[in-house]
């Protein structure tokens, strides 16, 4: 509940949807998540407290040497991110880039920069991480596989290229679920929720070398080769 000049608002799940809808109808672009830069933590909270942050922390713990994340919002990864290790993140929006900076600085880090660069096109040489990693970026992203092929580009071939992304379910309830919401992420994203990614990057010629159901099999974990 908020308290705004005498005003009271209580906060339900509903007032939390209507917002997520928000944020998905302007989010696609820089602009769009530059603006909702402020609110973003706050409308994916829910998500984040229920499933979202057990994933983050598992997906943290496989990373090791010199580090990449792509996609780094405000930082919802920062902190799990682990000691002894160099972590570059980078976004395309400086404002999502500013929160995450800020949960850096609240953890005392001095490992880890922010970068504002397009996961599209990015400025790094071929094969300088030993681990790249992104979460849940696919359906901010225009075009996901241009961006995959240049997080195999930058990492190291005998290194590790993980995603924790959700998609297209065989199950009832995940059937139910994405079926509710596709339409939204259809008409305000051009994204199909439907998705199997790891078979779209089987396809696109993409050495997969395992996935594991983290969620039902709506979200899944990836790890590519790092060789391209």
């Excluded at 000691?83 to 949960?103: C, P, Q, T, W």
Aim: aromatic content about 12%; overall charge negative; hydrophobic content about 45%.
């Amino acid at each position: 509940m908020c308290v705004c000049g005498g005003f009271v608002w209580k906060i339900n799940i509903l007032d939390v949807l209507i917002i997520v809808i928000w944020l998905i109808m302007v989010s696609r672009t820089e602009r769009g998540y530059d603006l909702v830069a402020p609110v973003y933590d706050f409308a994916e909270s829910p998500f984040e407290v229920f499933y979202f942050r057990d994933m983050r922390k598992e997906i943290l713990s496989m990373v090791s040497g010199r580090v990449l994340e792509v996609g780094v919002g405000t930082g919802r990864n920062v902190p799990f991110y682990p000691d002894g290790v160099e972590i570059v993140g980078i976004d395309f929006s400086e404002n999502m880039l500013e929160r995450a900076r800020g949960k850096a600085v609240e953890r005392g880090l001095s490992n880890a920069r922010f970068i504002r660069m397009d996961a599209r096109n990015m400025v790094f040489p071929d094969d300088c991480f030993d681990t790249v990693f992104s979460t849940f970026v696919f359906c901010a992203c225009s075009d996901p596989v241009v961006a995959v092929r240049e997080m195999v580009r930058v990492c190291k071939p005998s290194g590790r290229v993980l995603l924790l992304e959700h998609m297209g379910s065989t199950g009832l309830l995940g059937r139910l679920f994405i079926g509710f919401i596709n339409p939204f992420m259809q008409v305000f994203l051009d994204e199909d929720l439907n998705k199997r990614w790891d078979v779209e990057l089987r396809k696109e010629g993409f050495n997969i070398v395992k996935t594991r159901d983290v969620l039902g099999d709506y979200i899944k974990l990836i790890e590519l080769e790092g060789t391209h």
